[in-house]
T-cell receptor, first 111, second 115 residues
């Protein structure tokens, strides 16, 4: 069965520091992978997605993610965090016409 | 610009009331979804629909029903609201299949409080 694990419930980083959010998935075939961001009181917005090809994908707002098949991971990174990046981040796997979400990582950015 | 609109951002209802949550998308998408979001639990799929008048149960359909009479509109119905249905409800849509550009487009959410 498909599943997505985000092991970090909450992360706090200083503004300007680098960020890595972890995501591990379980899926039998080649996965379609997504990262979404949710600002407080809002819906989810797509940051980036991986379908095939280059395993390092670039997204909006300066985010990138790397697909590592051997580790079943799709970690999200940003070299320098801005205060406006404070939000909830969700990793998801697409399978057929369905999507499976992790439980999310809440990011706090301190000045 | 693509848009998924949830008509009610905030609702307060009483136990036992019938509740309708409406979702409209303007992208001519076939697939529509209703998720429930709770802290620590992420997004859980309630129901989804691949076409008009078609529905499929998700992971937590108990206590909910849906209606899709038109392609652009997908409604979530709580026949008799209970306090444990207090939550954020998210509607989403996507074109059929995931390749090559499929992604979920989300509405802004409907926060329901049941007293």
């Amino acid at each position: 069965a498909q599943s997505v694990t985000q092991p970090d419930i909450h992360i706090t980083v200083s503004e300007g520091a680098s960020l890595e959010l972890r995501c591990n998935y379980s899926y039998g075939a080649t996965p379609y992978l997504f990262w979404y961001v949710q600002s407080p009181g809002q819906g989810l917005q797509l940051l980036l997605k991986y379908f095939s090809g280059d395993t390092l994908v670039q997204g909006i707002k300066g985010f990138e993610a790397e697909f590592k098949r051997s580790q079943s991971s799709f970690n999200l990174r940003k070299p320098s965090v801005h205060w406006s990046d404070a939000a909830e981040y969700f990793c998801a796997v697409g399978a057929g016409n369905q999507f499976y979400f992790g439980t999310g990582t809440s990011l706090t950015v301190i000045p | 610009d693509v848009k998924v609109t949830q008509s009610s951002r905030y609702l307060v209802k009483r136990t036992g009331e019938k509740v309708f949550l409406e979702c409209v998308q303007d992208m001519d998408h076939e697939n529509m979804f209703w998720y429930r979001q709770d802290p620590g639990l992420g997004l859980r799929l309630i129901y989804f629909s691949y076409d008009v008048k078609m529905k499929e149960k998700g992971d937590i359909p108990e206590g909910y029903s849906v209606s899709r009479e038109k392609k652009e509109r997908f409604s979530l119905i709580l026949e008799s609201a209970s306090t444990n249905q207090t939550s954020m409800y998210l509607c989403a849509s996507t074109p059929p299949g995931l390749d090559p550009t499929g992604e979920l487009f989300f509405g802004e959410g409907s926060r329901l409080t049941v007293l």
